[in-house]
């Protein structure tokens, strides 16, 4: 380790005297030249690098996140971006435009030219325009290459601290097994959020777009104050730290641009928008899985389990995860891809060769199981880790019970408490469930929002919720035949 801090030190000296000089000390190439601002800058990542670390990223992404399915929405939003980017600093890059399927209000983008929009943050938009100069935000921080420094700050960071320990204690807890998918819980400096606004407003403002709505939205934004979901996902203020006089600065840039390029009609493009959202899903979409009652309820897999008192539940595609209130254990439920309990035990054993302390066959409300106790060896303690294979359907799946050994017995009896009251899921009214959506409503005559809205059912939260969700100004007077957005509530038991 000693060694490693030197490195570390002697790194951290020699940069200071110029870029030039620790790429022929160190790496080669260590520094690369801004696509945006042409200067030279510490760059552990080629290009080709960059492309191949976007291109696994990806698939871990997808795997633990999900797309949303919907053809028709995923065409009109990779138009867009596809437009943006051939007028960008890196219009030769290969352009992923994806929609996850969360609930959390944010957008991605990874090195490589992999950007990624939630459908919550989709279900927030209110145009065309507002989409378009997003796009061109999260494009733009491909282009001035944010992610790969954040990615070459921290593989600076793992010589010092040790390889690996960046997240936490091991593959088992944190779920990331590759430093790409934690750069989405990077946080990006204000500088490097004002430059991609720049850049979004510059895109945007080029491919014809008002980027004024940009600003409009980061309005309606801070109004709102979205946080994380329960995919475990950030919300976007987590990712995207606001710069200082941030709307303002928007608004002068895109009017800058507009005098600069002289075209008369800018687009916004509200109605055809709204048109292209009615019907996403809005929230949590109860199908893939609910608690109610402190219990989890999954329709499509048809089972059920207790939730701890007071645990916190994260749910995403991949993994099931449930954290302890001091977050001192955890538990995580996970779908394997093993025909038996036995097979997914001997693997689970060998991937990572814990010490056994005990294991046993058992039947599970009628499951055939496997348990198994076990020590597992990090970087930084020893986890007691107690863990079920359950076999149901033809599939098996998985629980892991983990907190350190010393704290373990504090735990043991939830966790096998938990992982005994797994069960078949057979209510009729917990299995047939519908999520809310978005459905776009004509406004009858000309009214304020806000009476727009209470004449349709909406008051008290909701109504403020909706008047949000339409670009937060209760007063604003809405034409007849406008478009605004509700949300029809599914049907959740």
Known sequence: MNGRNAMLKKIITITTLGCGLLGLLFWIPSCAVNPVSGKQEFMLLSEQEEIQLGRET???????????????????????????????????????????????VNAFAVPGGYVYF????????????????????????????????????????????????????????????????????????RDNEREAD??????????????????????????????????????????????????????????????????????IHHDLYLRQIDGIIFGDDPRHGFVEENVFYHPGNRFQFPVPAKWKLNHRPSQIQIVSEGQGAVILLNES????????????????????????????????????????QTQQKVLRVMSYFIEKDQKVFIFHGISSSSTYPR????????????????????????PDRIRIHVAKELDTLENTLRSLGFQNERLRKMVLLNGGNPNQMIPANTLIKVVEKGRFY
């Open 337 to 376: 891809p093993f025909s038996s309990p036995q097979e997914a035990a001997s693997i689970f054993t060998t991937q990572y060769k814990p010490y056994v302390i005990r294991t046993d066959a058992l039947k599970v409300n009628g499951f055939p199981s496997q348990r198994i106790i076990s020590d597992l």
């Open 58 to 104: 990806d698939h871990q992404i997808i795997k633990q996140y999900g797309v949303y399915e919907d053809s028709k929405l995923t065409t009109y939003f990779n138009d867009i971006g596809q437009r943006l980017a051939k007028i960008s600093h890196r219009p030769h890059l290969a352009y992923h435009f994806k929609i996850l399927d969360a609930s959390v």
């Open 198 to 267: 720049d850049l979004g407003v510059e895109y945007s403002s080029k491919a014809g777009y008002d980027a004024t709505q940009m600003a409009s939205f980061f309005e309606m934004l801070e109004k709102m104050n979205p946080g994380s979901d329960r995919s475990g996902l950030p919300g976007w203020f987590s990712t995207h730290p606001s710069p200082e006089n941030r709307v303002q600065i928007v608004r002068g840039k895109a009017k800058e641009w507009q005098q600069k390029l002289r075209q008369k009609d800018w687009v």
């Open 118 to 189: 939630t459908r919550g943050i989709l279900a927030t938009v209110n145009s065309e325009a507002e989409l378009a100069s997003l796009i061109g935000h999260e494009i733009g921080h491909i282009t001035a290459r944010h992610s790969a420094k954040q990615y070459s700050k921290a593989q600076l960071a793992q010589l010092g601290v040790g390889v690996g320990s960046i997240f936490i204690d091991s593959q088992l807890l944190s779920g990331l097994t590759q430093l790409g998918v934690g750069m989405l819980f990077l946080r990006f400096s």
């Open 411 to 434: 735990y043991e009896t939830i966790f096998d408490h938990t992982f005994r009251q797994f069960k078949e899921l057979s209510d009729p009214k917990r299995i047939h469930v519908k």
